[in-house]
């Protein structure tokens, strides 16, 4: 049963929508944005993201405006996007994060329509609901992917930055947040094979220092180190999103990145262990693995298994992988 929004007819004032990180999370908010412009077009629709993740909303027609909170600076940025908040005088507040500093945003907004899925000790939300998609009455599921849209001048740099002549392409995304949704190196070294033996180059997508290692790791260890480009700390996020887009299907752990190709609207492989597809935004991918482990899904990153996601043999994630090709091949046949 969806919650309903008890306001009478639809809310087409001034609308403030919360939702500042992860990216993951930011991601999977996007369909909610434009379905709900989509559902009440003559509102006045703003985003509040952090940075770099403001290069997703640059331009984009379903948003009337966007609130930026510098998170790499001190204390007085969030101070700023608090007084910000304040000053545009909001209709209503849809707080997706439910966290503490939303939740301190919404409160000193001055709104009178807060709403949000989490209980303060002060009385923070007008309006509790925990499917705020049902009580605005819209379908971000309804949404047709790709969520963004990549102009040609980004594309062509994309397409540069490859600097291969291969045509079969799969986009690896070999880090995450935490050590235990990594699938293990060796694992992605086997799984590289496969893929050069069977003519795919594998683009190596991470950020940060630790990933860059976990990459030249993959590269020095692999039989076809000329079927591998190592694009790890190379990217920025809208460079990251056009490169996606010329690949045939995305392999990876929980993570941004992941999300990243999935609303793209390329086949996704989900490797999970610690985490469930179900519940972290990766319901409708390709093909969801996970590992043996009955606590599957426990999100215990203090397991002392670290090499959960090592359960998933390269064999079969590369026939999962085949499999995506060949559906997506037909679907555009069709």
């Known amino acids: 049963m969806r919650d309903r929004n008890p306001l009478n007819g639809p809310f087409n004032g001034k609308v403030l929508v919360i939702n500042y990180s992860a ?7 996007i369909p909610f944005l434009r379905a709900y412009k989509e559902k009440y077009p003559k509102s ?22 966007l609130l930026v909170w510098d998170r790499s600076k001190d204390e007085k940025a969030f101070l700023k996007c608090l007084i910000d908040v304040r000053k545009h005088k909001f209709d209503c507040i849809l707080d997706l994060k439910w966290t503490d500093r939303s939740g301190l945003m919404t409160y000193f ?16 939300y007008s309006h509790l609901s925990k499917d705020l998609a049902g009580f605005c009455g819209i379908h971000p599921e309804r949404v047709p992917k790709p969520y963004l849209l990549i102009n040609s001048e980004e594309r062509l740099i994309a397409r540069e ?6 045509k079969k392409l799969v986009f690896c995304v070999i880090g995450a947040s935490k050590k235990i949704k990594r699938w293990p190196i060796e694992r992605w070294i086997s799984f590289t ?29 692999s039989s076809r180190p000329a079927m591998i480009r190592d694009m ?59 590992v043996r482990c009955p606590k599957s899904g426990c999100f215990n990153w203090d397991c002392t298994n670290q090499s959960c996601l090592g359960d998933i043999e390269p064999d079969e994630v590369w026939t999962a992988v085949e499999a995506c090709v060949l559906d997506r091949a037909e679907l555009l046949e069709g």
């Not at 990216?23 to 908010?29: F, H, M, P, R, T």
């Not at 940075?51 to 405006?65: A, H, I, K």
């Not at 094979?193 to 950020?207: D, M, Q, T, V, W």
């Open 161 to 166: 930055l490859i600097s291969m002549d291969y």
């Open 232 to 290: 790890t700390g190379k990217l920025k996020l809208r460079d990251m999103a056009a490169l996606s887009s010329f690949c045939n299907v995305a392999v990876g752990g929980d993570s941004g990145p992941l999300h990243l190709a999935r609303v793209m609207g390329i086949p996704v492989v989900g490797l999970f262990g610690p985490t469930d597809p179900w519940n972290t935004g990766f319901s409708e991918i390709c093909r969801a693995i996970r």
């Open 193 to 221: 094979n496969l893929a050069g033996e069977n003519g795919f180059a594998c683009l190596l997508i991470g950020h940060g220092a630790e990933e860059e290692d976990i990459a030249s790791s993959i590269v020095s260890g």
């Open 23 to 29: 990216l993951g999370d930011v991601l999977i908010g």
């Open 44 to 65: 006045s629709l703003y985003s509040l993201v952090c940075t770099p993740y403001d290069s997703f909303f640059s331009g984009e027609s379903y948003l009337d405006g």
């Open 109 to 124: 907004s001055n709104c009178p329509l807060k709403v949000g899925g989490r209980k303060f000790p002060l009385k923070v």
